[in-house]
Antibody
Framework: QVQLVQSGAEVKKPGASVKVSCKASGYTFNDYYIHWVRQAPGQGLEWMGWINPNSGGTNYIQKFQGRVTMTRDTSITTAYMELNSLRSDDTAVYYC??????????????WGQGTPVTVSS | SSELTQDPAVSVALGQTVKITCQGDSMRRYYASWYQQKPGQAPVLVIFGKHDRPSGVPDRFSGSSSGNTASLTITGAQAEDEADYYCYSRDSIGNHRVFGTGTKVTVL
């Protein structure tokens, strides 16, 4: 069965970096893009970007350009999201999700359990 | 980037029907998918494409689309349907993605 298992909760100080992992299993890792989505406390879902596990190509929303890096290690079917220069408003739950579909239809059929990241001095 | 606008909150009596809408330019080019999120849990896919449901999702959930608006309808709402619902699609600009603003559904 398909599973995305994320790393555990993190507490960071402002200005630090955090790297969240997403271990995929139960399917061919290279065949599906992995996306990262975050949700601040009491807020909605915010799309951050994606990585193509096959090529390593990435696409980030403008808001995070220069601060976020998405990578993968195909040997261990794991995707990573690193966010730098953390601020208090980066406090959120970070999710990875597998995307299916193409052309006119895109959807997330499997999600990780979420990784809470708290940024506090 | 584009925006997908949803009503912040709706309420529905137990067993009645509620329709949640998602409005935005990208809806003219791309289909929406819909996610249910309960407190403290990851989102769950409930509708994708015109009207497809993943296995295990009750058939009281249905989707539709017209012009720049996609809709999720719950016919015969149950107490367990109380949750936040988000639409999602590819952005009309570039290869980005976008979520709707979210709708909190309360079952009375």
């Amino acid at each position: 069965q398909v599973q995305l298992v994320q790393s555990g909760a993190e507490v960071k100080k402002p200005g630090a970096s955090v790297k969240v992992s997403c271990k995929a299993s139960g399917y061919t890792f290279n065949d599906y893009y992995i996306h990262w989505v975050r949700q601040a406390p009491g807020q909605g879902l915010e799309w951050m970007g994606w990585i193509n596990p096959n090529s390593g190509g990435t696409n980030y929303i403008q808001k995070f350009q220069g601060r976020v890096t998405m990578t993968r290690d195909t040997s261990i079917t794991t995707a990573y999201m690193e966010l730098n220069s953390l601020r208090s408003d980066d406090t959120a739950v970070y999710y990875c999700a597998r995307e299916d579909g193409n052309y006119q239809l895109y959807y997330f059929d499997f999600w990780g359990q979420g990784t809470p990241v708290t940024v506090s001095s | 980037s584009s925006e997908l606008t949803q009503d912040p909150a709706v309420s529905v009596a137990l067993g009645q029907t509620v329709k949640i809408t998602c409005q935005g330019d990208s809806m003219r080019r791309y289909y929406a998918s819909w996610y249910q999120q309960k407190p403290g849990q990851a989102p769950v896919l409930v509708i994708f494409g015109k009207h497809d449901r993943p296995s295990g999702v009750p058939d009281r959930f249905s989707g539709s689309s017209s012009g720049n608006t996609a809709s999720l309808t719950i016919t015969g709402a149950q107490a367990e349907d109380e949750a936040d619902y988000y639409c999602y699609s590819r952005d009309s600009i570039g290869n980005h993605r976008v979520f709707g603003t979210g709708t909190k559904v309360t079952v009375l």
